[in-house]
């Protein structure tokens, strides 16, 4: 079985700029979250979608979204980037959303705003 | 405010002994724990997880114990191996909260041969 794949790998771009990632979950996984690493704040939950439903939305300002389509891919944009954005982006699939299960991740994407 | 604290950001330990990683939470709702492991420009790799049902869960050479009244967790692992060295994160989630999981800081763990 494939892995959560995410594109691309690393990114650069200018403060301002706009950026969409790229996440393909696990087959036969409906469940898709975003999370954020940074060197200072360390993992954070962006936001889950479940069903092409946002489920569940972390503390982040309305730059980021994300949207996720009929096969369960996802992607997240990040709009008027900032020098602050720079992170390692992860995406992590979970096989549903009503119980408790792990997470398994991808390799990330690691963007880098200058 | 940290719902789940790991307070040793670092662990030096010889190959062949015990590994002992510690997290601590704060929010009682939690009830599903897990610990990954993660290599630097790479994504965490789930290890084992635990119930709150449950107070010990073990997988090979990773045992997880839980202390509910203290809202503690540590992972063990046993032996300790160099292929080991690598930054560790509990996470926990919430009844009803979907796949949203809270981390820890992290703790780096170096085995030395």
């Known amino acids: 079985k494939a892995g959560v794949t995410q594109t691309p790998r690393y990114l650069i771009k200018t403060r301002g700029q706009q950026v969409t990632l790229s ?15 940074t060197p200072g704040q360390g993992l954070q939950f962006l936001f889950e979608y479940f069903s092409e439903t ?11 979204s994300g949207r996720q389509f009929s096969n369960s891919r996802s992607e997240m944009n990040v709009s008027t980037l ?9 995406c992590a699939s979970s096989p549903d959303g009503w119980t408790n299960t792990e997470a398994f991740f ?3 994407t690691r963007l880098t705003v200058v | 405010d940290q719902q789940v604290k790991q307070n040793s950001p670092s662990l030096s330990v010889q190959e062949g002994r015990i590994s002992i990683l510690n997290c601590d939470y704060t ?13 630097p420009a790479e994504g965490p790799t789930f290890l084992i997880s635990i119930s709150s049902i449950k107070d010990k869960n073990e997988d090979g050479r990773f045992t997880v114990f839980l202390n509910k009244s203290a809202k503690h967790l540590s992972l ?3 032996p300790s ?6 930054v560790y994160f509990c996470a926990a989630s919430g009844n009803n909260a979907g796949n ?8 780096r763990l170096m085995v030395k041969p």
Not at chain 1, 23 to 37: A, D, E, F, L, N
Not at chain 2, 27 to 33: A, E, H, L, V
Not at chain 2, 100 to 107: A, H
Request: aromatic share 18%; glycine share 14%; hydrophobic share 30%.
């Open chain 2, 76 to 78: 063990h692992i046993v």
């Open chain 2, 100 to 107: 949203m999981l809270t981390f820890g800081g992290g703790t």
């Open chain 2, 81 to 86: 191996q160099p292929g080991d060295s690598a």
């Open chain 2, 27 to 39: 929010n009682s709702m939690f009830d599903y724990f897990l610990w990954y492991k993660k290599y």
């Open chain 1, 106 to 108: 991808g390799q990330g």
């Open chain 1, 82 to 90: 900032e020098l602050g954005d720079s992170a390692l982006y992860l």
């Open chain 1, 23 to 37: 996440c393909s979950p696990i087959s036969g996984h409906r469940s898709v979250s975003w999370y954020q690493q």
């Open chain 1, 54 to 64: 946002q489920r569940n939305k972390g503390n982040f300002p309305g730059r980021f």
